[in-house]
């Protein structure tokens, strides 16, 4: 069984940096899309980025211009790129991953969840 490897996470205070990392704990065949997701106390999951394997982005708009998402495609790694951290930031943050699973007829996929990594924005 698949999983999805997270670091990054920690202690940072407003105004901050922080970079996430994640990638799967083996080889796969093949990423069709990963992205990040982040639960704070009390709320719901909810969408911060996502990225094809061609290169295509999503963000929520509470992100836009400060977290930056990319992918390694050799590395089959993503990464979150996260600036000017505020505390309404706080929460763990989730990688998620989109394979295909090549024992299937016709192709399907199936949706990897990490176990998720703190992010905690204080002064």
């Known amino acids: 069984q698949v999983q999805l490897v997270e670091s990054g996470g920690g202690l940072v205070q407003p105004g901050g940096s922080l970079r996430l990392s994640c990638a799967p704990s083996?080889?796969?065949?093949?990423?069709?899309?990963m992205g990040w997701y982040r639960q704070a106390p009390g709320k719901q999951r909810e969408l911060v980025a996502t990225?094809?394997?061609?290169?295509?982005?999503n963000s929520a708009d509470s992100v836009k211009g400060r977290f930056t998402i990319s992918m390694d495609n050799t590395k089959n790694t993503v990464y979150l790129q996260m600036n000017s951290l505020q505390p309404e930031d706080t929460a763990v943050y989730y990688c998620n991953a989109d394979i295909n699973d090549p024992s299937t007829w016709p192709l399907q996929s199936v949706d990897y969840w990490g176990k998720g990594t703190l992010v905690t924005v204080s002064s």
């Open positions: 990225i094809t394997s061609s290169g295509s982005t």
């Open positions: 083996e080889s796969v065949w093949r990423i069709n899309a």
